[in-house]
């Protein structure tokens, strides 16, 4: 696991509906984050595919991306290594 810039990380905490019929990102009015995933929640699947689509939805690299607690969990908190003022203008984009 690659070590994370302490400078630039952002902890978040989101609700994963795995086995959704689409992928989606939503932030609603009280700063809610829920992440609906096609992938299964059977063997690390979907905690795997849940990076790969933050990152890409980002547009970040995977490795600047880890889960710190909930791996067996639809409860996870999400550790980002960028800019706290970059991951604000990301979550305003996405607010209901």
Known sequence: ME??????MVKIVINVKPNSSNDEF??????????????KPIDGEG???????????????????????GTTSRIKRIVLNMEPAKWEL?????KA
């Open 3 to 8: 070590k994370l810039d302490l400078l630039y």
């Open 26 to 39: 939503l932030v609603d009015s009280e700063n809610n984050i829920t992440v609906k995933i096609r992938a």
């Open 47 to 69: 905690n795997d595919y849940l990076i790969k689509y933050l990152a890409d939805e980002f547009k970040i690299s995977r490795s600047l991306i880890q889960i710190e607690k």
């Open 90 to 94: 990301i979550r305003k984009g996405y």
